[in-house]
């Protein structure tokens, strides 16, 4: 198994481009997530979803879209970067919250 | 949410046990205690998780107060790689709610 894998590792927007972090599990987990985190900084939840096509707002949904179509692909759009979006961004996957499997993360700088 | 209360850092010798704590005095019944820990540059890992009683796996014990207010992760033997940040959290829903951490140094 795979596990929970991100894609990029690695991007640098402008301050107004959009882009799609990518994230897909293959351990058939009902449950995805996605984290930022700041620097020196806990997790902070963005979105979440307790199946295909069921998601749901997390503490800091602002500025971010998300969809789950598959068990497996749990993708997070950002539309119109800010600078305040500057993060390190965590997918993980669960069967039922506890246990939470973390991506490797995409680190992400607005400019 | 509840919250929880752990020291910013701590710093143990390798191959000796360390006892970190964690308060979470507003916990309620259905709340889980859940540790995980992120080494850098990684994303966090899960540890253990327990509800009431003390509960023991190949990575770590977890030891929790008989009035569920405050909990100790045990890692019997540390090593160089234990050196992360160590999260508790407590979980009664879907979402993990991270704080700080406390920020385990191991020194050879």
């Known amino acids: 198994n795979a596990g929970v894998t991100q894609t990029p590792k690695f991007r640098i927007l402008k301050i107004g481009q959009s882009m799609t972090l990518q994230c897909t599990q293959d351990?058939?987990?009902?449950?995805m997530y996605w984290y930022r985190q700041d620097p020196g900084m806990g997790l902070k939840l963005i979105y979440y979803?307790?199946?295909?096509?069921?998601?749901d707002k997390g503490e800091v949904p602002n500025g971010y879209n998300v969809s789950r179509s598959t068990t497996e692909d749990f993708p997070l759009r950002l539309e119109l970067a800010a600078p305040s979006q500057t993060s390190v961004y965590f997918c993980?996957?669960?069967?039922?919250?506890?246990?939470?499997?973390f991506g490797p993360g995409t680190r992400l700088t607005v400019t | 949410d509840a919250k929880t209360t752990q020291p910013n850092s701590m710093e143990s010798n390798e191959e000796e046990p360390v006892h970190l704590p964690c308060n979470h005095s507003?916990?309620?019944?259905?709340?889980?205690i859940h540790w995980y820990r992120q080494l850098p540059s990684q994303g966090p890992e899960y540890v253990i998780h327990?509800?009431?009683s003390n509960v023991n796996n190949r990575m770590a014990s977890l030891a929790i107060a008989e009035d569920r207010k405050s909990s100790t992760l045990i890692l019997h033997r540390a090593t160089l790689r234990d050196a992360a940040v160590y999260y508790c959290?407590?979980?009664?829903?879907?979402?993990?709610?991270f704080g700080k951490g406390t920020s385990l140094l191991v020194t050879p």
């Open positions: 993980a996957s669960s069967t039922q919250g506890f246990e939470q499997y």
């Open positions: 351990m058939n987990h009902n449950y």
């Open positions: 979803s307790v199946g295909a096509g069921i998601t």
């Open positions: 507003t916990i309620s019944g259905t709340d889980y």
């Open positions: 327990g509800l009431t």
């Open positions: 959290i407590l979980l009664s829903g879907y979402a993990l709610n």
